[in-house]
């Protein structure tokens, strides 16, 4: 049973295409995120969602648009995309309040051509 | 702001031995947990533990356990009887009751087990 699935697990595409990445959780948690891994396996945030309500939004380019159509779902969508944009981005979910760890899924590796 | 410093890019152990890996921390919230996550070669990531900033014990699942000095902002992570399936990278992480509920990481310490 996967708790946090993120699909595609692999994206290759050219420069200046528009791509999604989708992510479902069946945890029954109230809140969702993405981060992101850059080459030197640093973690950012970018963006979380707390009941479909957008909380965070990091100086992130506005390119990059999350949509979340319900408390299980958080996609995460890019337009134009650029070299800089190759990395891993994590999905992940957990419950409101600081003493809940976040469930990640397992990734998805972008390269862009 | 929060900041999580893990000064130690590659620490290397031998099987069954004991490693600490260190993590400070920087924060102006009163309340905040400190987690740990494992991110083995194959790269998801994984929980390992959880320290509250209230809780007056240190906190222990299995092998692992974590060395929580407040005054010193460090949260360590104690690995005992190392395995061989040991062997990834490690992440402390911060998340505070101001910080909405995000998580900020540290850059990591890569761990090899040695057989």
């Known amino acids: 049973d996967t708790a946090v699935s993120q699909t595609p697990k692999y994206l290759v595409t050219q420069m200046g295409n528009d791509k999604s990445i989708k992510c479902e959780q069946n945890l029954g948690h109230d809140t969702m995120y993405w981060y992101k891994q850059d080459s030197k396996k640093f973690l950012k945030i970018m963006f979380s969602y707390n009941n479909k309500e957008l909380i965070i939004n990091e100086t992130v380019p506005n390119r990059f648009s999350p949509k979340s159509p319900d408390k299980a779902h958080l996609n995460l969508h890019i337009n134009s995309l650029e070299l800089g944009d190759s990395a891993v981005y994590f999905c992940a979910s957990s419950q409101w309040g600081s003493n809940q760890p976040q469930h990640f899924g397992d990734g998805t590796r972008l390269s862009i051509l | 702001a929060q900041k999580i410093t893990q000064t130690q890019p590659g620490m290397f152990v031998q099987e069954k031995e004991a490693v600490t890996l260190d993590c400070t921390y920087d924060?102006?919230?009163?309340?905040?947990?400190l987690f740990w996550y494992k991110q083995p070669s194959s790269g998801e990531m994984i929980f390992l533990i959880y320290?509250?900033?209230?809780?007056?014990q240190n906190a222990t699942e299995g092998r692992y356990s974590l060395n929580f000095q407040k005054a010193r902002k460090s949260a360590n992570l104690v690995i005992s009887a190392s395995q061989l399936g040991d062997s990834a990278m490690y992440f402390c992480a911060m998340r505070g009751t101001a910080s909405g509920s995000r998580l900020t990481f540290g850059e990591g310490t890569q761990l090899t087990v040695n057989p």
């Open positions: 320290q509250g900033s209230y809780d007056e």
């Open positions: 924060t102006s919230d009163q309340s905040y947990g």
